[in-house]
């Protein structure tokens, strides 16, 4: 178990130079231009070649790799938009906490449903109350979400002249009033978010209620909460975990939409403008940043599956 | 009897001294009040290092320029670009090539560190100019600028290197010259930051919370007596048209986008839910047009151009798509601009008809005239992002040419792609989009048609034409201008460089609690809300 | 006298036990196969082009002669609904089995060999998903270029790589299972036991996992169109008039939101309700008894 997590410790770095060497590619590949995207279209050849210049554009495209990159390892600089020509990082350590705070917030709304609707539909697998569970869930991961957040934000409006898009406050400056605002939006992305994971509890809850320890435990004449509870359930979290673990890039930069609708200064609007501006250095840190969190969270994950199934084992 | 009439009198006069206060008082300007506004953010504050029309809105709050337009009270219509004094009271041509501009006296800048409250002077205007000429992408504008000098600290010199007749206009746009301090670059390095946003205008900037909203307050030491009448401004950052939308229907902003620009659609709709609202239906400057290769077949052959204006029935656009409301004889020079436009029933009607007719019978003759009997397939590139009517505007375009054998092939590019490829003339064969907005008549034409500029998308290279482009720039008295002006737009009548399509009006849209608002068609945001107030 | 009882095949037998035993599914079943039939046969049903425009009728909400309405210039909403299927099923399906092909590989096998192998290539996962999708799509259809076959192998790769997780997660704990040591100890060979043992398992994940997917994949697709990235012209698509007319006219005609929607919606419940009841009735421990 130690070797194993040492090896996963050993083999961030390279990963995170395989995300760092994508991401500026990438970056090159987008469709368009820099420097005219910035003027959109205003100037002339040698104003753009100054604007080039200045930006650093012009030098070899490894120069550049490395010039960011060494910015990173040596000096923690994580570089300067190219728009606002502040530096990334000050952006990003003010966007980052809201973001995060719509991230749990909206995990916690979908687990939980997620989690609840799973286990009664899967308990009572075939009867109305799994057939409602199910229509419920495929209802919410079809409805396209930006549908769901426009809704939420016009119909009241126009029906009743109200509407829930205020001003935003920080947690730490007003807890009450910053709750109020996060909780609408939490929950609209939540609920739509919790279809996939309801199923698949459902699904894995079914397959470990068939298994043979499970009929040892039935015939062991244990009751049926705490079998479902205390024995199915642990195994059947797996897949769960697995899924919050693979959508966690989805809730940190896919809250593009809920932050725009809602007005959230987080770091999904900053990272999408910047894309379509081809913001590059904005684009590359961001994801870096973002990249790393993901893949400690994941290797976090990954350990706690043996917390949960000790039969899993790591050769 | 006397006694009666004096009764009367006393009555009426008392009736009047009553009354008339409360009709007028409507028009009589409230000082106080904070006026809200839900819009996007500026993607940075710096008016030389952004292009983007947010950062010269903002900008237009704080800083002030040497000259400016017309606004408010002292403006005739929403395209009225006449030049009235800002920081410069008085200027004069000493010669076709050198103006002289008189600074007031006692302007200042705000009262923040480093400026510090000092007096604007001459130096301020040269510095601000050489800046501009050094780092902004609209710097080309100027390249006819051979030098700034200060003559005295409230006099300063401007030299050409050829006559211009659209500088002025120039200097008055707010993307162009504000007036900056020179101690805020020193010290900031640039003027990104909240704490660099110092200048002379009528606002001053209180507080900015990046993402989510920014705060001016009232500038108490501006030199207009009394002006702005509003305590502060609020612009809430809400990057989502719908949201917008819902922030004005619940009365959280009593302005829905910057300048309250609605489409018609959202106008109704917001007039339904909310029927107190203001909503002016205001004619937009910039139209759809379509561009060809005209350096390249089959559109070099003018034949093609004439048959596909032909192909579009404009009226019948106008009446359905666009309520009755749209301009149809849009182009070269737009509806709006009345000052410059030669409307297309002045002209010789053979000609005219290529400009504004429909005639699908006559388009299939020309094209078959022109070698295509059975017609021909060509590509349109375009972004698909602009809003209605522009997204219709697309398809019905594809319908109408293959109504008379031209079969179009959509291409839709993403942005980044549209905006450094076709946008500037980088296409095959045929594209459609924006004309680029313009203040000066030769943004239309001189930038439209001349070529190698960046908006001379339909690769025109008319001999005849550039003649008469330079000259209407070199020509300062504004008759002569408009002769030469009205020319050129006889002579492109039936070129069919560009096919013009019917211009929709934007329908300003704004609480009734908003009084002295009058659009203008520059960008200029704080040269407009000086002028406004609230009632409560 | 005792009556002979019929074996059938198993792939027959599945779909009559679907009929007879889950209704639910069955009713997906049926939805899945008017939608298939409707977007194969587009062009004999229809009345109306899907391009014909039309200025005089344009936002009709319902009418004996536009059943769904009409859009803003007038064409048929229930025209563009069907020929709009033939594209949203191709490339869902499309990308879903090319997706499902993925990771069902992937994991599958990174969980069987195990050791460096599956370290390695899973920090490669890890890397490629700790990438925003919508960076990945756009970069990658910059470089292919617009199309459908470009945009459903994009989607595929995408969705196809992010699911590897799951099916190895599965793959994993079902390894460790005892059968599994005793077909090896029998002298089993590696593609046997995969083939035989693993793969059986692990498909009712598959099948949650691919008609869960098909509405992602949907759904990305409408996201594509709104950037100017989707499949190109001239054949609609329910994301296209989702996120283009829909959204621009939601407040004259929210209608053109709505129906999409409703088909969308209806797709993606007619594939989950079916993909439910087949995973119950091939479940093997099911069968097994």
Known sequence: MRRYVLRRLALTVPTLGLVSLIVFGMMRLMPGDVVTRMVEGQAYAPTLEALRHELGLDRPAYVQYLGWIGGIVLHGDFGNSYWTRQPIVDEFAHRFPVTLELALLTILVSVTIGILVGIVSAARQDSAADYVGRVLAILALSVPYFGLAVLVVVLPAIYFKWTPVWTYVALTSDPLQNLKIMIVPALVFGVTRAGPIMRIMRSALIDVLRQDYIRTAWSKGLGERAIVLRHALKNAMIPVISLVGLQLPLYLGGSVIVESIFRLPGVGLFFFEALTRLDYPVVQSVNLIIATLVVGLNLAIDLTYAFFDPRIRYR | ?536 | MATPTVTRPWYVDVWIQLWRRKPLGALGGAIVLVMLAAATFADVITVYGFAETSLRDRFIAASAAHWLGTDQIGRDVLTRLIYGARISLYVGFGAVLIGCTLATALGIVSAYWGGRFDLFLQRGVDAWMAFPGLLLLMSILSLLGPGVWNITIVLGLAFGIQNSRIIRSVALSINEHTYIEGARAAGAGHVRVTLVHILPNVMPTIIVVATTGLSTVILTEAALSFLGLGVPPPYPTWGGMLSLAGLDHMYTAPWLAIWPAVALSLAVFGFNMLGDALRDLLDPRLKGG
């Open chain 2, 1 to 536: 009897m006397a006694r009666r009439i004096s009764a009367w009198l006393i009555f009426w006069g008392l009736f009047v001294a009553f009354v008339s206060p409360l009709s007028t008082d409507a028009q009589t300007p409230r000082r106080g009040g904070v006026l809200r506004i839900a819009d996007r953010e500026a993607p940075n504050l710096d008016p030389h290092l952004s292009v983007s029309f947010l950062t010269h809105s903002w900008a237009s709050m704080v800083y002030s320029q040497l000259v400016r337009y017309a606004h408010g009270p002292e403006q005739k219509s929403p395209a009225d670009f006449t030049i009235v004094p800002d920081l410069a009271e008085k200027w004069e041509y000493k010669s076709p090539t050198v103006v002289v501009f008189t600074l007031r006296k006692g302007v200042h800048f705000h009262n923040k560190p480093p400026v510090n409250g000092r007096e604007v002077t001459a130096a301020d205007v040269k510095y601000s100019i050489e800046r501009f000429m050094t780092k902004s992408a609209f710097r080309a504008r100027f390249d006819v600028v051979q030098s700034v000098d200060v003559v005295d600290p409230h006099t300063v010199q401007i030299t050409l290197k050829e006559p211009f007749a659209p500088f002025l206009n120039h200097l008055a746009a707010a993307m162009y010259v504000a007036i900056l301090p020179r101690e805020v670059e020193e010290k900031f390095k640039d003027f990104n930051r909240p704490e660099a946003m110092i200048g002379s205008g009528p606002f001053m900037l209180k507080s900015y919370q990046k993402g989510v909203q920014i705060v001016f307050e009232r500038n108490p030491a501006y030199y207009e007596r009394g002006l702005p009448y509003l305590d502060g401004v609020v612009i809430e950052i809400t990057p989502d048209a719908s949201a917008r939308l819902s922030l004005l229907r619940s009365g959280k902003v009593e302005m829905g986008h910057m300048w309250g620009f609605l489409s018609a659609e959202e106008a109704k709709s917001v007039k339904q839910t909310n029927p107190e609202m203001v909503s002016i239906p205001t004619a937009n400057l910039a139209s759809a047009i379509i561009y060809f290769r005209t350096d390249q077949p089959p559109f070099n052959d003018v034949r093609v151009r004439r048959a596909v204006s032909l192909a579009i029935d404009r009226k019948e656009w106008s009446n359905t798509i666009l309520d009755g409301e749209g301009c149809i004889d849009s182009g070269p020079v737009p509806c709006a601009l009345t000052e410059w436009k030669l409307p297309a029933s002045k002209m010789d009607p053979a000609k005219a008809k290529y400009l504004i007719g429909y005639d699908p019978a006559e388009a299939k003759r020309l094209l078959a005239e022109a070698g295509y009997p059975n017609g021909l397939t060509v590509p349109m590139y375009h972004w698909p992002g602009y809003i209605p009517p522009f997204r219709t505007y697309y398809d019905l375009t594809a319908d109408s040419l293959s109504k008379i054998g031209i079969t179009v092939e959509l291409k839709p590019e993403e942005y980044g792609k549209y905006i450094s490829t076709t946008y500037l003339g980088k296409y095959e064969k045929m594209a459609m989009g924006p004309q680029a907005p313009g203040n000066e008549i030769d943004d239309w034409l001189y930038s439209g048609f001349f070529p190698e500029q960046p908006h001379n998308r339909s690769h025109v290279a008319d001999a005849e034409l550039n003649r008469m482009l330079i000259a209407q720039r070199r020509e300062l008295d504004h008759a002569k201008r408009l002769i030469i002006v009205q020319d050129i737009q006889r002579y492109l009548a039936d070129k069919a460089y560009y096919v013009y399509l019917p211009t929709w009006p934007q329908h300003i849209t704004y609480s009734p609690k908003v009084k002295g608002l009058k659009h203008h068609d520059g960008f200029s945001l704080g040269q407009r809300l000086m002028f406004t107030w609230l009632e409560p």
